[in-house]
């Protein structure tokens, strides 16, 4: 059988190209262009994949496959990616098929393309106000409107629609390439997590009360369900990619490790502290990166995120290969809605349980990073005031004001620090 392969696009330029050589071993040939457009060594696609003269293998064990985790990162999970996989007609494991159905529209300014096809402006399907109901009050069965196929990805196990917000207010429908501008999450069914995307975008506005960059997102109802719309961070009001890669890429880890083992802790330290490293040396402000980092972590620890992971932390990367933090998403105070999700999806400071970490276990953990003991202590104190005055001046939504009241508890057992009244 020949070798299947794909070209991957970086800002509109052609900067390497796919192939799979064996089966589920991956292959990457960085261009002439990319050579000549960022240099070698030059970490603008990836923190994990420098651009090289020489190709970038998959091993033969699976911590060594950073072509494949990093392409990995792209795709869906769970319920998502059975259905792209059953519309392409590609086994769900199929990592090159199910890129070249959805390729054209990835998380970042990245675009993966057949042989002979070129980045374009893609076009956009005007939907009904009856087709974008149905699509998505009817999630995870996709009812999606006639003569359409899904040609946009994004990680994640949630069920999702990437959608263009059009100027008169209505939504289109990406096709070949064209941009999406806002990700719609409905309540998931079948009583997983009640009130979970409504305490998200709470979660979300108590990270912007506070002065913490956060996605941005509205509620809407579909045909009597609810759902989140985000905002994308990485598209411009214009429609323009931003690149971007979560946690696990800039690893070169696997999304199926996106939860930090103990085992991996012990063997490499802690994952942020990796991640911060390497991301603030290549940072135009390395301290303010460490900050907000560090104002990400305290934010997901005080509300109860018990699902902050590698997959729901983001770096921004610029064409230069200068890296930011992206806002934070993802976020909602799952510890709060059951009991059972208490885990930090980090370790920090050898925690990872949410209900343990104290002020002096973010400090050590902003502290190992590079930041000096004091101003990681002062950054994680001002945190937790500036985020306890928005969780009481911003309102949870009907039905789940009962987290507050579980919030403050567990304030008050940790001791951590409260805004003083006016």
């Not at 050579?35 to 420098?50: C, H, M, Q, T």
């Not at 905002?231 to 690149?243: A, F, M, N």
Request: proline share 6%; glycine share 8%.
């Amino acid at each position: 059988m020949p070798t299947r392969r794909l070209n991957v696009w970086l800002y509109g330029i052609h900067v390497a190209r796919l192939s799979e050589p064996r089966p589920f071993r991956l292959r990457m040939d960085f261009t002439t262009d990319a050579l000549d457009a960022f240099g070698e060594g030059s970490r603008v696609l990836s923190l994990s994949l420098p651009i090289s003269r020489e190709p970038v293998f998959d091993g033969k064990r699976r911590a060594d496959n950073v072509v494949s985790a990093f392409l990995e990162g792209l795709l869906p999970e769970g319920n998502v990616r059975r259905h792209l996989a059953t519309e392409a007609n590609v086994p769900v494991t199929d990592t090159m098929g199910l890129l070249r159905k959805v390729g054209a529209e990835c998380a970042g300014a990245i675009q993966i393309l057949p042989d002979g096809v070129e980045p374009g402006d893609g076009r956009v399907r005007r939907l009904t106000a009856e087709e974008v109901t149905r699509l998505v009050a009817d999630l995870p069965t996709y009812h999606l409107p006639d003569g359409t196929t899904p040609q946009a990805s994004l990680a994640g196990i949630q069920d999702k629609v990437l959608l263009v917000l059009l100027p008169d207010g209505s939504w289109g429908w990406p096709e070949d390439g064209a941009p999406s501008t806002h990700i719609i999450k409905p309540e998931p069914l079948g009583g997983a997590l009640q009130q979970l995307v409504q305490t998200e975008d709470w979660a979300l506005r108590v990270a912007k009360h506070a002065r913490i960059a956060a996605a941005e997102s509205v509620l809407t109802r579909f045909d009597e369900r609810d759902a989140i719309v985000v905002t994308r961070y990485d598209r411009t009001k214009s429609g323009l990619r931003l690149h971007q890669e979560d946690f696990c890429q800039a690893l070169g880890l696997d999304p199926q490790a996106k939860y930090e083992s103990t085992a991996e802790f012990q063997r490499y330290g802690s994952r942020l502290r990796r991640v911060a490293r390497a991301a603030a040396a290549r940072s135009r402000d390395p301290d303010a990166f460490r900050t907000a980092l560090l104002e990400a972590v305290t934010l997901n620890v005080v509300i109860g995120n018990g699902d902050a992971h590698s997959k729901n932390y983001s770096l921004l990367i610029d064409r230069v290969g200068s890296v930011s933090l992206a806002p934070v998403y993802d976020a909602a105070p799952v510890m709060h809605l059951d009991a059972r999700y208490k885990g930090t999806g980090h370790i920090i400071n050898g925690k990872t349980n949410i209900d343990g970490i104290d002020v002096e276990d973010l400090a050590n953990e902003g502290a190992s990073w590079g930041m000096s003991m004091r101003r990681a202590r002062t950054t994680t104190e001002e945190s937790m005031e500036r985020l306890h005055e928005s969780v009481d001046r911003v309102p949870l939504p009907p039905g789940a004001e009962y987290v507050k009241a579980r919030l403050k508890s567990l304030w008050l057992r940790r001791s951590w620090p409260a805004a003083t009244p006016n």
